[in-house]
């Protein structure tokens, strides 16, 4: 059975810093995908990673992918208050038709 | 002109009773899906349906029945309401079902 994990659970970061937020998963994966939530609201899409290698970034936010590793990075580059939210990173095994495994989240929280 | 939308955003019942959550996507996605969010944030898929033939149905009670009258809705019926359904329940959806989910703002159930 697929396990996602992400560490950590929790993060509270000053703004200004640099962090990073792991994913490991525990069989193959045909790609891997990032979402934020909000406190309340739904999953916002973030990074799709189809392959070895592949590197996305988005504002202060930047994914990564090793799939010999099984291993995804989420960086957070001179964060901000706005970027307090959870992170979920979720995986997709090959032949299961879009079935997403979620990770356990990490709730991040940016402090002035 | 929400891409994904759910009703009802709220609901409050009592055990043992029926209840149904809709949801309808205007993206022209063909496949469907429902998620559980629990109380810790765990996100589990349940079902998923593409081009309303059911293609995903996970270890769920058979009290959970998902219906897809086309490739635009997707509802969920729950029979006899136990304490543990509450949660919060996600409606996504893809093309192809392979494409990104995006997701609908979500239905809080609490089951008193």
């Known amino acids: 059975e697929l396990k996602v994990e992400q560490n950590p659970l929790f993060l509270s970061m000053q703004e200004g810093k640099n962090y990073t937020i792991y994913c490991n998963y525990s069989t193959t994966s045909d790609r891997l995908y990032w979402y934020r939530q909000d406190p309340g609201k739904s999953l916002e899409s973030l990074f799709v990673l189809l392959s070895n290698g592949a590197v996305k970034q988005e504002g202060r936010l930047m994914a990564s992918l090793d799939t010999k590793a099984r291993l995804s990075t989420l960086h957070i580059t001179a964060a901000v208050h706005d970027l307090s939210a959870t992170y979920f990173c979720a995986v997709v095994p090959p032949g299961t038709a879009s079935k997403l495994t979620f990770g356990t989240g990490t709730r991040l929280q940016v402090t002035l | 002109d929400t891409a994904v939308s759910q009703t009802p955003k709220y609901l409050v019942t009592q055990m043992g009773n029926d209840k149904s959550i809709k949801c309808e996507q205007n993206?022209?996605?063909?496949?469907m899906y429902w998620y559980k969010q629990d109380s810790k944030k765990f996100l589990k898929i349940m079902f998923s349906y593409n081009n309303k033939e059911l293609i995903i149905n996970e270890t769920v009670p058979n009290r959970f029945s998902p219906k897809s009258p086309d490739k635009a809705h997707l509802n969920l019926h729950i029979n006899s309401l136990e304490l543990g359904d509450s949660a919060v329940y996600f409606c996504a959806s893809s093309l192809s079902g392979v494409g990104e989910q995006y997701f609908g703002p979500g239905t809080r159930l609490t089951v008193t």
């Open positions: 993206l022209g996605h063909d496949t």
